[in-house]
């Protein structure tokens, strides 16, 4: 391993550490001020993950190896895919296609909504069923805006999108549209507000959080961390698609503008939630299948302009 | 056709898909508009460059008539019979979007008539096709004007994209047409509206109800 590619290794863990977490504290406190309260600290997730690693974990004599184990692989999953995607603007370590990075994300709602159902209770059963229902909108939008993108880019390694040379001439909407597709797919997958209510207590509204209502401890800790990490890579791998459009060549410029976008985003998360109301669950397929149609023209349009 | 012209048929294709996914009326003005300005700069640009003044004329004319004082005139219509989105299309307006994304795809991989159609026309025919959808499936009068609407920008776009020097007048006569077309139809909206108190034409098959 020669020199360069360690000190890459090395920023990408830090930021990959530090980042998710620092993220979710401005969506809340930024939130919390857009709503006239107070809210936490920004540093408030890290010291949230502190106090649950010291906790012990109560876990259900109902359950199987499954829900113990499931935190750990969901994790796992998006930490591969945090590697194999430039979502941080740079080229990633390790080689993955776009296949790999669906299979990874389909693993971990595999591993969260199992777990769910094996404690045997009723939200967690609900939970899974919604989650499993929403990622037929979910997988097939990111698949096909991911496959948009590299049509535009010309190859199937997602590392093609933090080498923007190979995108001559604006790719006439194709990414804003791919963008757009999957920022929608992202809102789904991180809960956010039109889909789901991120803060409600209310388990019977609960989509992606009642599958997670029996963890506790260090287990609950690495979820939230997952879901921070969800949140900060699919925000990323939004960020990369929007910047090829702009073609930023230079890497350090690609670095500072992905930060950017990625707390402009942030930004605009913490005002939808503020405006948005929930919507129905019924009515969630009419919202869901705008980054279907979107991610579906945009791979026409790519087809059409190559 | 340039790359230009080729991006305002893609902004073309895309608001008027969007358009065919939403219900709400006041959303719809709104990308209509947005199209509509974005044709009449194109005309206004295409004429100023071939130097025909007849086209700058029309192109200013879609610009202030038809993108901004028709949205207008139809939102302030929406606003008067208070109904701010469709009751029901006859087919569920997300199925109706996958399935016009579909068909517009098809018309992009598979090209029919190619012998008269051009490739750059694609875009333009897609947009008709949307407007097309648009009219047939709604059930309120004024999401059907507007679909009319969109299906004569995509046929505008058409005309000013693909040949430079066909007579104008045409395209002048098609602008007053429209016009008259959505000035009549808000009148009788309006009187429709007045004399069965609603815009729902399933409901005018009989009268008497």
Same mark, same amino acid.
């Given at each position: 391993?020669?020199?360069?590619?360690?000190?890459?290794?090395?920023?990408?863990?830090?930021?990959?550490?530090?980042?998710?977490?620092?993220?979710?504290?401005?969506?809340?406190?930024?939130?919390?001020?857009?709503?006239?309260?107070?809210?936490?600290?920004?540093?408030?997730?890290?010291?949230?993950?502190?106090?649950?690693?010291?906790?012990?974990?109560?876990?259900?004599?109902?359950?199987?190896?499954?829900?113990?184990?499931?935190?750990?692989?969901?994790?796992?999953?998006?930490?591969?895919?945090?590697? #194999?995607?430039?979502?941080?603007?740079?080229?990633?370590?390790?080689?993955?296609?776009?296949?790999?990075?669906?299979?990874?994300?389909?693993?971990?709602?595999?591993?969260?909504?199992?777990?769910?159902?094996?404690?045997?209770?009723?939200?967690?059963?609900?939970?899974?069923?919604?989650?499993?229902?929403?990622?037929?909108?979910?997988?097939?939008?990111?698949?096909?805006?991911?496959?948009?993108?590299?049509?535009?880019?010309?190859?199937?390694?997602?590392?093609?999108?933090?080498?923007?040379?190979?995108?001559?001439?604006?790719?006439?909407?194709?990414?804003?549209?791919?963008?757009?597709?999957?920022?929608?797919?992202?809102?789904?997958?991180?809960?956010?507000?039109?889909?789901?209510?991120?803060?409600?207590?209310?388990?019977?509204?609960?989509?992606?959080?009642?599958?997670?209502?029996?963890?506790?401890?260090?287990?609950?800790?690495?979820?939230?961390?997952?879901?921070?990490?969800?949140?900060?890579?699919?925000?990323?791998?939004?960020?990369?698609?929007?910047?090829?459009?702009?073609?930023?060549?230079?890497?350090?410029?690609?670095?500072?503008?992905?930060?950017?976008?990625?707390?402009?985003?942030?930004?605009?998360?913490?005002?939808?939630?503020?405006?948005? #109301?929930?919507?129905?669950?019924?009515?969630?397929?009419?919202?869901?299948?705008?980054?279907?149609?979107?991610?579906? #023209?945009?791979?026409?349009?790519?087809?059409?302009?190559? | 056709?340039?790359?230009?012209?080729?991006?305002?048929?893609?902004?073309?294709?895309?608001?008027?898909?969007?358009?065919?996914?939403?219900?709400?009326?006041?959303?719809?003005?709104?990308?209509?508009?947005?199209?509509?300005?974005?044709?009449?700069?194109?005309?206004?640009?295409?004429?100023?460059?071939?130097?025909?003044?007849?086209?700058?004329?029309?192109?200013?004319?879609?610009?202030?008539?038809?993108?901004?004082?028709?949205?207008?005139?139809?939102?302030?219509?929406?606003?008067?019979?208070?109904?701010?989105?469709?009751?029901?299309?006859?087919?569920?307006?997300?199925?109706?979007?996958?399935?016009?994304?579909?068909?517009?795809?098809?018309?992009?991989?598979?090209?029919?008539?190619?012998?008269?159609?051009?490739?750059?026309?694609?875009?333009?025919?897609?947009?008709?096709?949307?407007?097309?959808?648009?009219?047939?499936?709604?059930?309120?009068?004024?999401?059907?004007?507007?679909?009319?609407?969109?299906?004569?920008?995509?046929?505008?776009?058409?005309?000013?994209?693909?040949?430079?020097?066909?007579?104008?007048?045409?395209?002048?006569?098609?602008?007053?047409?429209?016009?008259?077309?959505?000035?009549?139809?808000?009148?009788?909206?309006?009187?429709?509206?007045?004399?069965?108190?609603?815009?729902?034409?399933?409901?005018?098959?009989?009268?008497?109800?």
């Amino acid at each position: 391993m020669s020199t360069s590619t360690a000190m890459l290794l090395a920023e990408l863990a830090v930021e990959a550490l530090v980042l998710p977490l620092l993220l979710v504290g401005i969506l809340r406190t930024l939130r919390a001020r857009l709503q006239k309260r107070t809210g936490p600290r920004i540093l408030q997730p890290f010291y949230d993950l502190a106090r649950l690693t010291r906790k012990s974990s109560s876990i259900s004599l109902e359950t199987g190896p499954v829900f113990r184990t499931a935190p750990a692989i969901s994790l796992t999953a998006y930490l591969l895919v945090a590697l #194999v995607t430039p979502w941080w603007g740079l080229c990633a370590p390790i080689r993955g296609d776009l296949i790999l990075v669906i299979f990874l994300l389909a693993t971990a709602r595999m591993a969260i909504g199992l777990a769910a159902m094996d404690t045997g209770t009723a939200f967690g059963g609900m939970g899974a069923s919604r989650e499993s229902m929403l990622s037929i909108f979910v997988e097939p939008t990111m698949v096909l805006a991911l496959s948009a993108a590299a049509l535009v880019s010309g190859n199937l390694w997602l590392n093609g999108l933090a080498k923007p040379s190979v995108i001559a001439g604006g790719s006439a909407y194709v990414l804003p549209l791919a963008a757009a597709a999957l920022w929608l797919a992202a809102a789904v997958e991180t809960s956010r507000m039109p889909i789901e209510d991120p803060v409600t207590h209310l388990e019977l509204t609960m989509i992606h959080e009642a599958q997670l209502l029996e963890y506790s401890g260090a287990r609950l800790a690495l979820l939230e961390y997952q879901s921070a990490l969800k949140l900060t890579v699919l925000y990323g791998l939004v960020a990369q698609l929007l910047l090829n459009e702009l073609v930023i060549r230079e890497p350090f410029e690609r670095w500072v503008g992905t930060l950017g976008l990625i707390l402009c985003l942030v930004v605009a998360a913490a005002i939808l939630d503020t405006l948005l #109301v929930r919507l129905h669950w019924r009515k969630l397929p009419d919202l869901l299948i705008f980054g279907l149609a979107f991610s579906l #023209v945009a791979c026409l349009l790519a087809a059409l302009r190559g | 056709m340039n790359a230009f012209d080729s991006l305002l048929g893609n902004l073309l294709l895309i608001t008027s898909l969007w358009m065919v996914g939403i219900t709400a009326i006041s959303t719809k003005l709104t990308l209509y508009s947005v199209q509509t300005l974005a044709v009449g700069s194109l005309a206004t640009l295409v004429g100023v460059a071939h130097h025909e003044p007849a086209l700058v004329f029309a192109g200013v004319g879609v610009f202030v008539f038809k993108g901004i004082a028709a949205p207008l005139y139809l939102a302030h219509l929406t606003q008067a019979v208070g109904c701010r989105k469709d009751i029901g299309s006859f087919i569920a307006s997300p199925l109706l979007l996958l399935l016009s994304a579909a068909a517009v795809g098809g018309l992009f991989l598979f090209h029919p008539f190619q012998q008269s159609v051009p490739p750059a026309a694609l875009p333009s025919i897609g947009v008709i096709l949307a407007g097309m959808i648009l009219m047939v499936s709604r059930r309120l009068a004024i999401s059907q004007i507007i679909g009319f609407l969109v299906l004569e920008n995509g046929m505008f776009f058409f005309t000013v994209t693909i040949p430079h020097s066909l007579p104008l007048l045409v395209e002048l006569g098609v602008l007053l047409d429209i016009m008259a077309g959505t000035m009549i139809a808000g009148v009788l909206t309006f009187q429709i509206s007045d004399s069965f108190e609603h815009i729902d034409i399933l409901r005018l098959g009989n009268p008497r109800k």
